[in-house]
T-cell receptor, first 111, second 118 residues
Framework: GQQVMQIPQYQHVQEGEDFTTYCNSS?????IQWYKQRPGGHPVFLIQ?????EVKKQKRLTFQFGEAKKNSSLHITATQTTDVGTYFC???????????FGTGTQLKVEL | DTGVSQNPRHKITKRGQNVTFRCDPI?????LYWYRQTLGQGPEFLTY????????KSRLLSDRFSAERPKGSFSTLEIQRTEQGDSAMYLC????????????????FGPGTRLTVL
């Protein structure tokens, strides 16, 4: 079945440092979504990418969808303590709505 | 502004007991999803409804699990004869059809029901 892996599993950074998480799918995706889950919270939608090579920005967050639509990345510039949480990518195939979530990257930001 | 709600928020049960969880989606959303999340893992898809029709069910889902959405509004997830391996957070999400080709719906998650099987 479809598998979605993320690296790294954990990342500790000092506030102000940059952070990147990488997402790789075993199959070609129709689209990819990114979610953030705060400690003790539930996943919250961040963004969706659909087109091959697409890049989208949200303030300090930059999202990219690979040319082959099998990988994606999330880059945070100048992390803040409010960025703490686990970031999940989630992909779907065949135009459906069933999401396969990645393994997640847990981000900790230290002052 | 009412989001997705789930009840109960926590459930502790003994092995072998049956449990039922309820999810109330955002009112105008006709699609509803159930996921299971264990510590340190991403949510794992269980099943999906459009209105009252159950359109997809994970092959990993044991026949001890059943979900319903009788009137296309709230949904229930029942686990029969619970096992310790069923301990997890059960998340519900809802969505409204995006309507754009190639795009999946944005799913809005509820707070989850944490199940502990002793």
């Amino acid at each position: 079945g479809q598998q979605v892996m993320q690296i790294p599993q954990y990342q500790h950074v000092q506030e102000g440092e940059d952070f990147t998480t990488y997402c790789n799918s075993s199959t070609t995706l129709s689209n990819i979504q990114w979610y953030k889950q705060r400690p003790g919270g539930h996943p919250v939608f961040l963004i969706q990418l659909v087109k091959s090579g697409e890049v989208k920005k949200q303030k300090r967050l930059t999202f990219q969808f690979g040319e082959a639509k099998k990988n994606s990345s999330l880059h945070i510039t100048a992390t803040q303590t409010t960025d703490v949480g686990t970031y999940f990518c989630a992909g779907s195939t065949g135009g459906g709505n069933k999401l396969t979530f990645g393994t997640g990257t847990q981000l900790k930001v230290e002052l | 502004d009412t989001g997705v709600s789930q009840n109960p928020r926590h459930k502790i049960t003994k092995r072998g007991q049956n449990v039922t969880f309820r999810c109330d989606p955002i009112s105008e959303h006709n699609r509803l999803y159930w996921y299971r999340q264990t510590l340190g893992q991403g949510p794992e898809f269980l099943t999906y409804f459009q209105n009252e029709a159950q359109l997809e069910k994970s092959r990993l889902l044991s026949d001890r699990f059943s979900a319903e959405r009788p009137k296309g509004s709230f949904s229930t997830l029942e686990i029969q004869r619970t096992e310790q391996g069923d301990s997890a957070m059960y998340l519900c999400a809802s969505s409204f059809p995006f309507g754009t080709s190639g795009m999946a719906d944005t799913q809005y998650f509820g707070p989850g029901t944490r199940l502990t099987v002793l």
